[in-house]
C-alpha cells in the first residue's frame, strides 16, 4: 500500500532533486515523477484524507473531488509533457521552478481547505516567478516584477478574504462558498486575479510571452486553470461570472486581432478561452461545469501544443513576431502539422478536443435560456477561429516566404508536440473516457448532425470573413495599448509622486519649523544641511531632538485634554 | 529552582569582565559562546517552568517586594527572554568569524565584553520587576551598544553612534523621569505595587505627564516613527555583529517595556481608556510602516535598506498593540520573535557578503549568487519570511495582524498590511534580482567564493528556524497568545 501523501508533493521534492541533480537523474526524476504522480491521483481514494493542525485550523491537504482529479490529471499530464518538451533546453532553474509550480497547482486540486490552499497558491505563484524570470532577458525581469507583485496582491486580498471568512463563519473548508459579505467577495476577487479577469486581464499578456519557449508552455497550462479550478469548486453558479467571462472572450479576441507577436496572440487567447469557462462556471448547471471542467482540459492540452509550436519557431529562428515570419511550411513541416492541429482544436473544428467541450458551454447557455450569453459564445467561437485558428498558423508558417528555413526543433521537443496533437485528436474522436472522469455523469452527445453543420458554417464563413479581410488582418509593428499600462506606468509614476509628495512635505515643513526659531540659532541651524531629499538626507542630531521635543508636545498635549 | 529568573541576567553580567580580565581574543569568544547557549537553556527551563506553575518571583537577598528587588518572570518575561537568548547563541558563535575580520585583535576581548554587557543590560530590563531597575539596566545596555555601535570600519559610524548617544540619553532620561514622577505619586517603584497604586492617582497630571514621558522614552529607543532617525545610520555602519544582534533583539526589548508598562504597571483599562495612546500608536505605527517601507525601496546600501525595513516592522509589532485585542497583541508579540529571527537571518547573510567581499552596496551584489549560493538562498527565504509568503514565520503574524484588523472592521489598516507587504515585495525582489540575474560588471572578483561555514551555519539555523516556526507555530503562538490574554487580563 501506498503511502498516501499528495501528489502534489511528488513534483515539489521533483523540483529540488532537479536543482541538485544532474545528468540521467535529473532526466529520470524529470519523466518519471509526473507519471508516479499520475498513478497515485487515479489510485487515492476521493474524500477526506489524513488531517494536520495550523495556527487555530485543522488542514486537509490531501481531500480530492471528483473534479480534483480531472485537473490534477491534466495538470500531471502537463508536467510530463512539458518535461519532454524543455528536458534538454531548458535551463535547470527553469526546470526546477516549472516543478515547484506544477507540484503546487496539483496540490490545489487536492486541497480540502482554504489555508493550504492558499499555501500552494503562494508557491505557485513563486514557481511561476521564477520560470518566467529564468528565461534571462532583461525584459523578463521586468515583467517578473509586475507579475510577481500583481499575484502578492492577489494573494493578500485571498488572505483577507480567508481569514475574515474563517473569522465570520468559522469554517475554511473548500467547498461552494455562499456569497454573504465582503470576505466572501475577497475570495472571489482573489480567485479573479488568477484566473485574468477584467481589470486583472493584463498580466497575462504582460508575462507569458517575455517566458523562454519552453517557460511559456508551463505558465500557460497552471496559473488560470488553478483558479478555473477554484471557480469551479467554490462559486458556481455566481452570476456575475457570466458578464466577466463574455469580457474575457471578447476582450481576448479583440486584443489578439490586433497583436503581432505570436506568442502574445496566444496569451491573450488564453484570456479569451478562460473566458469560456468562467461562463461556463456563472451559468453554473451541471452541464455548464462539465462543460468548464472538459473545456480547461481540452485547453490545457491544445494551448500548450501551439505554445510549443510557437517556442519551436521561436527556438529555432529566434523570432515569434508575424511580420518577421511566413512559409515555415517548407522546412517546418511537423511543427506546422502540430501547430495546425492545436489551431483546429482550438477553434472548436470537429474530430478535435475543443469541438466535444466548448459546445458544452453554450448548449447549457440555450437550455438555461440565456439567450444573450448563447449569441455571445456563437460569435467568440468564429472570432476564436479568427485569431488564433487561423491567424496564427497562417501568418507563422504560411502566407508570405519569410525566407527563413529553419529545421523542425531537436526530437525531444517534436515528440511532446506529437503526443499533444495525438491527445487532441484522440479526445476529439474518443469523447467517452474524459467525460467519464467529469464530475457529473453527461448527457450530452456531440457529434450530432445539427452540431456539426452549425460548426462546418460557422467555421466556413470566419474563415471567408479571414481571407476577404486579409488585407487588414496584416500586422504592422504596432504595441496595443491595455490595461497594464496603469502598473507598467502609472503606478511606478505613482510612486514617485508619493516619495516626492512625502519629501515635499517634509522639507516644507521643515522650514517652517526652522524659520520660527530665532536668527542665530537658525544660521547655525542651516549652515550644515545635507542632502534635500527626505530618504537619503542624513539627519543631525538637532533635527532628531527636535522630533523628539515635537512627540513629547504632542504627546502631553493629547494626555492632558 | 526560582532563582534561575537572577541567573539569567548574572551570567552575562560577571562573564563581561572575565572577557576582559583574561585578555585573550579567542578566549573571550568562547566564552561568550558558552555563556550564550547557557543563557538559552537557562530561559528555555524559565519558559517550561513559567508554563507549567504559573510566574515566578524572585526577591533578590531575601528581601521581600517593597524594600528589595525583585525579579518577575511571567510568560511574557520567559517569552522575549528566548527572543534574546536565542539570537545571542546563533550570533556568538557566528561572531568568532565574522570579527576576525571587522574588530581589530587587541580590542576584540573588550568587544565581547560589551556585548556580553548588552545582553546582561537587556536580559536585566525584561525580568526585573523593579521599575528604577529597568532604567539601571537600559543604561548598562544602551552603554554597551554605544561602545560597540562605534567600532565599524566605516569611520561614519562614529557620528552616527554619536548621534544614538545623544537620542538613547534622550530616551534614557525620559523614561527615567517618567519613572520619577510616578515614585513622587505613588511612593513605590516595584512593579506590582506601582499598579495597585496608579488607579487611585491616575487622574492627576503628574501621572499623564509620567506616562508621556515613559511613552516617548520608550518609543525612541524602539525607534517608532518619527524617532527612528537614529537608526538607519546606526545599523548601516555598526560591525555585522553589533547589527544583527541589536536589531534582532534591542527594539524587541523596548516593545517589552512598552508593554510592561501601559499595560501592566498603568493598566490597560487606564492607559487605552482614559488615554487616547491607540489614536497615537495607531496613525505612528501606520506611518512607520509606509514610510519605512518607502525609504527601504530607495536605498543603494542593502544594510540600510534592511535598516530601514526594520523602522517598517516596528510599526508592525505597535500597530499589533495598538489594537488591545487578544489577536492584535498576539499578533505583535508573535511578530517580536518572528521579526528577530527573520532580521537576523538577512542580517547574517549580508553580514556573510560582508565578510567576503567587504561591501553591501547593491551594485556590489551583482550575480553574486551563484558564487555564494547557500548565503543568498538564505537571504531569499528570509526575504519571503519578511513578505509574509506562507509556510515561513512571517506569514504567521500577517495573519494574526490581519486577523485583528479584521475584527476590528479596520479597514485602512488592512489596506496598509497589504500596501505594506506589497513593498516588501519590491525591495526584497531588487536584491534577489540584482544578485541572481545579474552578471558581474567586471570579472575580477571572480575568485569570491562561499562564506565560510562558521558564517553559513548560523545563518542557517536561523533560516530553519523560519521555516519551522512558519510550519509549527505551537511554541510561539501558544506562548504570544498567552502573553496576550494576560496582559489583556492583567488588571480587569
Known amino acids: ?561 | 529552582m526560582d532563582n534561575l529568573a537572577v541567573i539569567q541576567v548574572l551570567l552575562p553580567l560577571l562573564s563581561a569582565p572575565l572577557c576582559l580580565l583574561f585578555n585573550k581574543a579567542r578566549l573571550a569568544w568562547m566564552i561568550a559562546v558558552v555563556v550564550s547557549w547557557a543563557a538559552l537553556f537557562v530561559s528555555l527551563s524559565l519558559l517550561v517552568m513559567v508554563n507549567d506553575n504559573g510566574p515566578i518571583i524572585y526577591e533578590q537577598g531575601g528581601w521581600p517586594a517593597p524594600i528589595g528587588i525583585v525579579y518577575h518572570v511571567d510568560i511574557l518575561t520567559a517569552f522575549v527572554l528566548l527572543i534574546v537568548t536565542s539570537i545571542a547563541a546563533v550570533v556568538m558563535p557566528y561572531a568568532g568569524k565574522s570579527v576576525e575580520k571587522e574588530i581589530p585583535v587587541s580590542k576584540q576581548p573588550a568587544f565581547f565584553s560589551a556585548l556580553l554587557l548588552c545582553m546582561a543590560g537587556l536580559l536585566g530590563i525584561v525580568s526585573t520587576g523593579d521599575a528604577f531597575n529597568v532604567f539601571v539596566f537600559l543604561e548598562i545596555s544602551s552603554l554597551a551598544t554605544y561602545a560597540l555601535l562605534s567600532q565599524g570600519k566605516d569611520r561614519r559610524s562614529l557620528t552616527s553612534t554619536f548621534q544614538y548617544l545623544i537620542m538613547g540619553t534622550i530616551g534614557g532620561t525620559f523614561i527615567l523621569i517618567g519613572i520619577g514622577l510616578i515614585y513622587m505619586k505613588t511612593g513605590t517603584l516595584n512593579m506590582a505595587d506601582l499598579a495597585d497604586r496608579l488607579p487611585a492617582v491616575f487622574d492627576s497630571r503628574t501621572v499623564h505627564a509620567s506616562f508621556a514621558f515613559l511613552t516617548v522614552g520608550i518609543c525612541l529607543k524602539l525607534a517608532l516613527f518619527p524617532l527612528h532617525l537614529w537608526l538607519p545610520n546606526a545599523y548601516t555602519y555598526a560591525p555585522s555583529v553589533v547589527t544583527i544582534f541589536v536589531a534582532a533583539t534591542s527594539t524587541k526589548v523596548a516593545v517589552y517595556m512598552l508593554l510592561r508598562f501601559s499595560f501592566t504597571v498603568f493598566g490597560v483599562d487606564l492607559v487605552f481608556a482614559k488615554l487616547p495612546l491607540t489614536e497615537v500608536l495607531l496613525p505612528l505605527a501606520i506611518v512607520g510602516i509606509l514610510v519605512g517601507s518607502l525609504a527601504a525601496i530607495k536605498q543603494s546600501n542593502i544594510k540600510r535598506m534592511l535598516a530601514y525595513s526594520s523602522v517598517a516592522q516596528i510599526g508592525y509589532m505597535i500597530l499589533g498593540i495598538s489594537f488591545v485585542s487578544a489577536s492584535g497583541l498576539t499578533g505583535g508579540i508573535l511578530h517580536l520573535f518572528n521579526h528577530a529571527i527573520i532580521k537576523a537571518a538577512l542580517f547574517m547573510a549580508l553580514g556573510a557578503v560582508a565578510y567576503q567581499i567587504g561591501s553591501t552596496h547593491i551594485d556590489a551584489l551583482k550575480g553574486l549568487a551563484k558564487k555564494m549560493p547557500w548565503t543568498f538562498a538564505g537571504f531569499a527565504i528570509g526575504g519571503l519570511s519578511i513578505i509574509g509568503v506562507p509556510l515561513t514565520a512571517g506569514f504567521v503574524s500577517k495573519w494574526y495582524l490581519v486577523l485583528a484588523a479584521i475584527e476590528k472592521e479596520w479597514w485602512i489598516v488592512v489596506a496598509v498590511l497589504l500596501v505594506g507587504s506589497l513593498l516588501a515585495v519590491i525591495y526584497i525582489w531588487r536584491v534577489v534580482e540584482v544578485a541572481y540575474f545579474q552578471t558581474a560588471d567586471d570579472e575580477s572578483d571572480i575568485q569570491v567564493k562561499e562564506a565560510p561555514l562558521q558564517l553559513l551555519i548560523p545563518l542557517w539555523i536561523l533560516v530553519i528556524a523560519n521555516i519551522y516556526f512558519g510550519i509549527n507555530t505551537s511554541l510561539t503562538v501558544e506562548s504570544a497568545s498567552s502573553a496576550a490574554t494576560m496582559l489583556l487580563g492583567a488588571n480587569s
Open chain 1, 1 to 561: 500500500m501506498m503511502i498516501e501523501i499528495p501528489p502534489g508533493w511528488l513534483l515539489i521534492a521533483g523540483a529540488i532533486i532537479i536543482a541538485m541533480s544532474r545528468g540521467a537523474v535529473r532526466q529520470i526524476a524529470t519523466l518519471g515523477l509526473p507519471l508516479l504522480a499520475l498513478v497515485m491521483i487515479w489510485t487515492l481514494p476521493e474524500g477526506a484524507g489524513w488531517q494536520v493542525r495550523l495556527l487555530d485550523y485543522r488542514l486537509s491537504p490531501l481531500e480530492f473531488t471528483a473534479v480534483g482529479k480531472v485537473f490534477a490529471t491534466v495538470f500531471a499530464l502537463m508536467a510530463f509533457v512539458g518535461g519532454v518538451f524543455a528536458m534538454r533546453t531548458a535551463s535547470r532553474m527553469e526546470l526546477s521552478a516549472a516543478f515547484l509550480y506544477a507540484g503546487s497547482a496539483i496540490g490545489i486540486t487536492s486541497s480540502g481547505d482554504l489555508v493550504t490552499l492558499f499555501v500552494y497558491w503562494e508557491m505557485m505563484a513563486l514557481g511561476s516567478t521564477a520560470v518566467l524570470i529564468a528565461s534571462g532577458t532583461a525584459r523578463a525581469y521586468k515583467a517578473s516584477m509586475r507579475y510577481l507583485l500583481m499575484h502578492a496582491f492577489g494573494g493578500f486580498v485571498l488572505l483577507a478574504g480567508i481569514v475574515w471568512h474563517a473569522y465570520t463563519t468559522g469554517s475554511i473548508e473548500f467547498t461552494k462558498i455562499e456569497i454573504q459579505g465582503p470576505a466572501q467577495w475577497l475570495i472571489l476577487i482573489g480567485f479573479l486575479v488568477n484566473v485574468g479577469a477584467p481589470p486583472f486581464s493584463a498580466w497575462i499578456a504582460d508575462a507569458y510571452p517575455e517566458a523562454s519557449p519552453t517557460g511559456a508552455v508551463f505558465l500557460s497550462a497552471f496559473t488560470t486553470k488553478t483558479a478555473v479550478f477554484t471557480l469551479l469548486v467554490a462559486f458556481p453558479g455566481t452570476g456575475i461570472l457570466i458578464p466577466l467571462g463574455c469580457f474575457m472572450i471578447f476582450y481576448g479576441i479583440i486584443y489578439a486581432l490586433l497583436e503581432n507577436d505570436s506568442r502574445r496572440i496566444l496569451s491573450y487567447s488564453i484570456v479569451n478561452q478562460v473566458g469560456f469557462m468562467v461562463t461556463g462556471i456563472g451559468i453554473g448547471t451541471e452541464m455548464a461545469l462539465n462543460g468548464a471542467a472538459s473545456h480547461a482540459f481540452a485547453h490545457i492540452i491544445y494551448k500548450a501544443l501551439l505554445l510549443m509550436s510557437a517556442g519551436a519557431v521561436l527556438y529555432q529562428t529566434g523570432k515569434s513576431r508575424c511580420t518577421d515570419l511566413g512559409g515555415l511550411y517548407q522546412s517546418m513541416p511537423l511543427t506546422t502539422i502540430c501547430g495546425t492541429i492545436g489551431a483546429l482544436a482550438i477553434s472548436s473544428f470537429p474530430f478535435t478536443s475543443g469541438f466535444i467541450s466548448k459546445s458544452m458551454i453554450a448548449q447549457s447557455a440555450a437550455y438555461e435560456h440565456i439567450t444573450w450569453v448563447w449569441f455571445l459564445l456563437a460569435a467568440a467561437s468564429a472570432g476564436v477561429f479568427l485569431h488564433a485558428g487561423i491567424k496564427y498558423p497562417w501568418f507563422v508558417f504560411f502566407q508570405k516566404d519569410s525566407g527563413l528555413r529553419p529545421s523542425d526543433p531537436p526530437k525531444h521537443m517534436q515528440l511532446a508536440m506529437v503526443v499533444l496533437a495525438f491527445i487532441c485528436i484522440f479526445l476529439g474522436v474518443f469523447p467517452q473516457p474524459l467525460y467519464d472522469i467529469l464530475p457529473y455523469p453527461v448527457k450530452y452527445e456531440p457529434y450530432t448532425a445539427d452540431h456539426l453543420v452549425t460548426q462546418f458554417q460557422l467555421l466556413l464563413f470566419a474563415g471567408l470573413a479571414f481571407f476577404l479581410l486579409l488585407p487588414m488582418m496584416k500586422r504592422t509593428e504596432t504595441i496595443s495599448l491595455d490595461l497594464d499600462w496603469f502598473y507598467r506606468k502609472l503606478f511606478p509614476g505613482f510612486y514617485k509622486m508619493i516619495a516626492g509628495f512625502v519629501s515635499t512635505i517634509y522639507s516644507a515643513s521643515y522650514r517652517f519649523i526652522v524659520s520660527q526659531f530665532p536668527t542665530s540659532i537658525r544660521k547655525f541651524y542651516t549652515q550644515h544641511q545635507g542632502p534635500k531629499d527626505y530618504f537619503h538626507k542624513l539627519y543631525h542630531s538637532e533635527t532628531m531632538v527636535l522630533c523628539v521635543v515635537v512627540m513629547l508636545a504632542s504627546y502631553l498635549i493629547l494626555f492632558y485634554f
